[in-house]
């Protein structure tokens, strides 16, 4: 594999800084913080221009909290200068992790995603009789930085960029040399990267017959449960050995009896919602409606949150779900 080099200059170029700070602040120009910084855009820009050529990148200084949707998670948000540097890097290092992902790996990566991921699922799914669901335990706070910073070096040859990098890596941790911090835009590239070569394991030396990841969710299929079994121990010790990561125990059954994945039940000929998601939909639609009758939310407030949920139920067969939701709804007011 060939190692990208000389990556600095495209990536402190003032162009792809101010392409870094759209993108950065999509979603966000209501904020304050955006407003401050946009007011002094090209003073702020050529700020981190500087930081960049020089090699003193600020990290750290990270905002916490705490979300429960759909599971609990600490959430990293980073100063919003932060948040521009880490787009005007993956502006430019993108291409270099592209190349390294397999065709079935969807997380965090532009033309995939979650639906990508679930057609190619159920695929798979109507093909082969058994499925073993995989899970790395807490993952983001599992990743290894001597580990991760090893990938990266033979990936990248531009010292400086691996600097920042390795700047960025070690502003956060939660035991001693592990973690990457949830809501960094790296961390999703990183955290990604980082079963990169596991993916390999899996398609080249254990040849599984079909492999779909999302992030660290992963799922394999075989016609063999027993084959299926020994390569799941296989991996698992791939994964311990090699990365430092532990699996959640397997979930191993039959295609016909169901896969849950990405808030779905896939069975070989239709998709049902998952509990979980079921149970998501009737409370934020509670909430939702809520909102629009006591005044706080505007009707189009309303159809903002409300048409994105709805659309996530319209994947799997549950018209009747939605219909009996909302006449509970109507009832109940």
Known sequence: MKRQGQLLQQIADLKNLYEAFYKAQKGKVSKHYVYSYKKQLQQNLQRLQQQLLSGTVETGGYHTFTIYDPKKRLICATPFSQQVLHHALMNVCHASFEKQQIATSFASRPGKGTYSALDRAREYHRHYRWFLKLDVRKYFESIDHSILKQQLCRMFKDKDVLLIFQQIIDSYSTAAEKSLPIGNLTSQYFANHYLSMADYDLKQGLRIPAYVRYMDDMVLWHHDKEALLEI??????????????????????????????????????SVRLARQSKKRFIQKSLLYDHYLQTGRWTQKEFANHALPLVACTEYADAREFRKNVYSAMVAIE
């Open 232 to 269: 799941g121990y296989r991996f698992q010790e791939y994964l311990s050995r090699e990365l430092r990561l532990q699996l959640k125990p397997f979930c191993l059954n039959e295609s016909s009896k169901g896969l849950p994945f990405l808030g779905y039940l896939l069975f070989p000929g």
